[in-house]
């Protein structure tokens, strides 16, 4: 059975930073791009990045680009997402999906920059 | 960016009666080189992650009844639940995979 499972969300202030993890299993984890979708509370859903089977293409919404930095450790099945100068519209549930067409996604896990 | 427009926002529909919700792209999703549309189609309901109905603009997910239809071809897609169950009440997303990935805005489906 495909799972994936995200931690590291959580409350932090304005400028702060934040990792999100999310472990993977059921699956080639190695084979096939990992992304990371967000969904701002009672909005819509925003692709946000992906990475490619060996991390050496990575993709960003334009804005968290310089900001946030997704990475991967097949040896470990999983993707990161390494969430830096964070901002109040950064509120959201953040997914992990697999694939490039975001045909499985984990349950997500929440992040609030607030003050 | 491909912009991905849904019409309409929300739908209210009778138990047993059609439900069909659009999709149009802002370029089209159809690759010359495999002849297939870049388009897939999501349900999610509350406090879940979304759930792929459909890929492909009109391939079923394995386990997806066949009550769930998606059509159309280029710029213009269409979702349809031939006869809405009370389990399909949710929201809906269509999605394109052509280039970096886009939603639409969504469209909630109720019981009339």
């Known amino acids: 059975e495909v799972q994936l499972v995200e931690s590291g969300g959580g409350l932090v202030q304005p400028g702060g930073s934040l990792r999100l993890s999310c472990a993977a299993s059921g699956f080639t984890f190695s084979s096939g791009y990992m992304s990371w979708v967000r969904q701002a509370p009672g909005k819509g859903l925003e692709w946000v990045a992906n990475?490619?089977?060996?991390?050496?293409?990575?993709n960003y919404v334009e804005s968290v680009k310089g900001r946030f930095t997704i990475s991967r450790d097949n040896a470990k099945n999983s993707v990161y997402l390494q969430m830096n100068s964070l901002r109040d519209e950064d509120t959201a549930v953040y997914y992990c999906v697999r694939g490039w067409s975001l045909y499985y996604w984990g349950q997500g896990t929440l992040v609030t920059v607030s003050s | 960016d491909i912009v991905m427009t849904q019409s309409p926002d929300s739908l209210a529909v009778s138990l047993g009666e059609r439900a069909t919700i659009n999709c149009k792209s802002s370029?089209?999703?159809?690759?010359?080189?495999?002849?297939?549309?870049?388009l897939g189609w999501f349900q999610q309901k509350p406090g879940q992650p979304p759930k792929l109905l459909i890929y492909w603009a009109s391939t079923r997910e394995s386990g997806v009844p066949d009550r769930f239809s998606g059509s159309g071809s280029g710029t213009d897609f269409t979702l349809t639940i031939s006869s809405l169950q009370a389990e399909d009440v949710a929201v809906y997303f269509c999605?394109?995979?052509?280039?970096?990935?886009?939603f639409g805005q969504g469209t909630k489906v109720e019981i009339q």
């Open positions: 999605q394109q995979y052509y280039a970096i990935p886009t």
């Open positions: 370029q089209s999703l159809l690759s010359s080189s495999n002849n297939k549309n870049y």
């Open positions: 990475i490619k089977e060996e991390g050496n293409e990575k």
